[in-house]
């Protein structure tokens, strides 16, 4: 593995200590900061985030730091969204009305629907654990889930998703009551998961050691 300073963008809204000890248990250098000249100096960014997009971007913007994270993938500097953090790298999100995103992965979030393909009733949010699944057309060797396997299984915690435009930013969808969510996304040196890899064990570890090695 590499020597790595990774630095986790601190914006007032995110599960930071929990993401901070998954990166730590492989050795890695970890910084939790608002500021901009750690950030842009820093081999590795994540961008986490819990709650509502509108919230989210409301304090990103606030700050400032939109314009930061935006920079940081310019630069081709690893940056890895989790859960709200992957849903920001979009364009925007329908959530409580329709909220400009960061514009770095083409796509939108959209509410999961209320209703699967049958007509059965979905429950929301989705909360628990989900196994990860990949068209036969897309391979995970040069993206973060290249230490997984189809089938390990992460936890998510959301009532929204992303549909990207492009489907070869879909790395992997998990299927949630016959609705297919998109469970990671990678544009280039962007990339995001839309579940916890802090909280979904072993194999949400292999997720962050992938990206410690990018």
């Not at 929990?18 to 820093?42: C, T």
């Not at 310019?74 to 979009?90: D, S, T, W």
């Not at 992997?172 to 802090?198: A, L, R």
Request: with cysteine; charged share 25%; proline share 3%.
């Amino acid at each position: 593995m590499k020597t790595n300073n990774v630095t986790i963008i601190d914006y007032g809204v995110g599960n930071l200590l929990s993401v901070k000890r998954g990166i730590e248990y492989f050795g890695a250098e970890v910084v939790v900061s608002s500021n901009p000249d750690v950030i842009l100096s820093s081999e590795r960014v994540i961008l986490p985030g819990v709650g509502a997009f509108s919230n989210g971007m409301k304090e990103l913007e606030k700050t400032g730091l939109d314009t930061v994270v935006k920079k940081v993938a310019e630069k081709g500097i690893p940056l890895l969204g989790i859960c709200l953090g992957m849903q920001m790298l979009f364009d925007e999100s329908e959530e409580f009305g329709l909220t400009n995103g960061l514009g770095l992965i083409e796509g939108k979030i959209v509410k999961i629907p209320t209703t699967n393909k049958d007509g059965k009733l979905v429950k929301i949010p989705h909360i628990g654990w989900n196994s990860l699944d990949r068209s036969e057309s897309i391979s995970w060797e040069d993206t973060i889930l290249k230490n997984n396997n189809k089938g390990d299984e992460m936890y998510f915690v959301h009532s929204f998703m992303a549909i990207p435009k492009n489907k070869d930013n879909l790395i992997s969808f998990s299927t949630y009551q016959d609705i297919q969510i998109s469970s990671v996304v990678q544009c280039k040196n962007i990339m995001g998961c839309q579940f916890h890899p802090e909280k979904s064990g072993d194999f949400g570890l292999k997720v962050l050691q992938r990206f410690l090695d990018l």
